[in-house]
């Protein structure tokens, strides 16, 4: 127990010690990397991916997986523009309508995977499908403008000198950290996905707890969309396209098993920020936009080998 305490804190400080080698290695690429207007703007473009990492991690914890990330962003992107632009909805009641929509994507998720059994990944794989495509219909493949003026602080209004996106993603983080280290709802999500047949034995309702973890992940994935829609200004209808995978390579590569009942969120932080500097560094060196997914490809492959490799030597 004492080892993988110990084990526990060196692989928490070693994905810290990786996100400071990087920072040192594109500030020496390119000094720009380092200037507090480019850490602000690499803040703000990662904040997306971390509030939707939380909701992702709970998945995740599980032993599952969440392929519908990126269409629940896209389809809160067009659905909350729909209800401010053309039905004149007002701009909080909006927001609220677009939150309890892709939380009950979640519950839908929760209730195939849970209920009727179907696999997380095909599970998720239909609502992505199916809703991208709700999406593209609701909007006729064209982008929604022409939202009221204050919409714009949920995205890009700041606080002082930090970006207001910013802020919901440490909001989220705390509530994440909160959830996992202070409710007994964390520590069945640990359980479950440790042995869920050892928590159904001993009383845990192991399918209210995916309901609740589909649910919470839907909710953080829109509320990730809400965010990104104040900040582009626009909603359009492949908004959310790909942010799944790196939802997935943020919490990951933080140090969450694939396996499941192992993970800090901590590490997920630590995660988001490392494909942030990833993301951002890369732009100023220039590198080719298909270099940048061969590369945050690489880094998932590496991760989820660490871990496998990890989860080998423990079972020997």
Same mark, same amino acid.
């Given at each position: 127990?004492?080892?993988?305490?110990?084990?526990?804190?060196l692989?928490?400080q070693?994905?810290?010690?990786?996100?400071?080698?990087?920072?040192?290695?594109?500030?020496?690429?390119n000094?720009?990397f380092?200037?507090?207007n480019?850490?602000?703007?690499?803040?703000?473009?990662?904040?997306?991916?971390?509030?939707?990492?939380?909701?992702?991690?709970?998945?995740?914890?599980l032993?599952?997986?969440?392929?519908?990330?990126?269409s629940?962003i896209t389809?809160v992107?067009?659905?909350?523009?729909?209800l401010?632009?053309?039905?004149g909805?007002n701009?909080?009641?909006?927001?609220?309508?677009?939150?309890?929509?892709?939380?009950?994507?979640?519950?839908?998720n929760?209730?195939?995977?849970a209920?009727?059994?179907?696999p997380?990944?095909?599970?998720?794989?239909?609502?992505?499908?199916?809703?991208?495509?709700?999406?593209?219909?609701?909007c006729? @493949?064209?982008p929604?403008?022409?939202f009221p003026e204050?919409?714009?602080?949920?995205?890009?209004g700041?606080v002082?000198?930090v970006?207001?996106?910013?802020?919901?993603?440490?909001?989220?983080?705390?509530?994440?950290?909160?959830?996992?280290?202070?409710t007994?709802?964390?520590?069945?999500?640990y359980?479950?996905?440790?042995?869920?047949?050892?928590?159904?034995?001993?009383?845990?309702?192991?399918?209210?707890?995916?309901?609740?973890?589909?649910?919470?992940?839907?909710?953080?994935?829109g509320l990730?969309?809400?965010?990104?829609?104040?900040?582009?200004?626009?909603g %359009?209808?492949?908004?959310?396209?790909?942010?799944?995978?790196?939802?997935?390579?943020?919490?990951?590569?933080g140090?969450?098993?694939?396996?499941? @009942?192992?993970?800090?969120?901590?590490g997920?932080?630590?995660?988001?920020?490392?494909i942030?500097?990833?993301?951002?560094? %890369?732009v100023? %060196?220039n590198?080719?936009?298909?270099i940048?997914?061969?590369?945050l490809?690489i880094v998932?492959?590496?991760?989820?080998g660490?871990?496998c490799?990890?989860?080998?030597r423990?079972?020997?």
């Open positions: 127990m004492k080892e993988n305490k110990v084990s526990r804190v692989k928490d070693a994905i810290w010690l990786v996100f400071i080698v990087l920072v040192i290695a594109f500030t020496i690429a000094p720009r380092i200037t507090m480019n850490l602000l703007i690499m803040l703000r473009q990662v904040a997306v991916w971390g509030i939707a990492s939380v909701g992702m991690m709970f998945v995740i914890l032993g599952d997986i969440d392929l519908g990330t990126g629940v389809f992107n067009i659905l909350c523009a729909k401010m632009v053309e039905f909805v701009m909080y009641l909006a927001v609220l309508i677009s939150l309890l929509a892709s939380t009950l994507i979640g519950l839908l929760g209730f195939m995977v209920t009727i059994g179907i997380a990944l095909i599970a998720t794989f239909a609502t992505q499908t199916a809703f991208s495509g709700i999406a593209l219909i609701m006729n @493949g064209q929604i403008n022409g204050k919409f714009s602080v949920f995205g890009a700041w002082g000198p970006p207001i996106p910013v802020i919901i993603m440490i909001i989220c983080f705390i509530i994440g950290a909160f959830i996992l280290n202070k007994y709802f964390g520590r069945y999500f359980a479950v996905g440790g042995n869920i047949e050892a928590a159904r034995l001993s009383g845990i309702r192991t399918g209210r707890v995916k309901y609740l973890v589909f649910a919470l992940s839907g909710f953080f994935a990730a969309g809400i965010v990104l829609l104040s900040r582009t200004n626009s %359009m209808g492949n908004a959310g396209l790909g942010y799944e995978f790196k939802v997935i390579t943020c919490v990951v590569l140090g969450v098993s694939v396996a499941g @009942g192992s993970g800090r969120m901590s997920v932080v630590a995660g988001t920020f490392i942030g500097a990833l993301n951002n560094g %890369m100023l %060196m590198i080719n936009t298909w940048q997914d061969i590369v490809g998932l492959v590496l991760a989820v660490f871990d490799i990890q989860k080998k423990q079972a020997n």
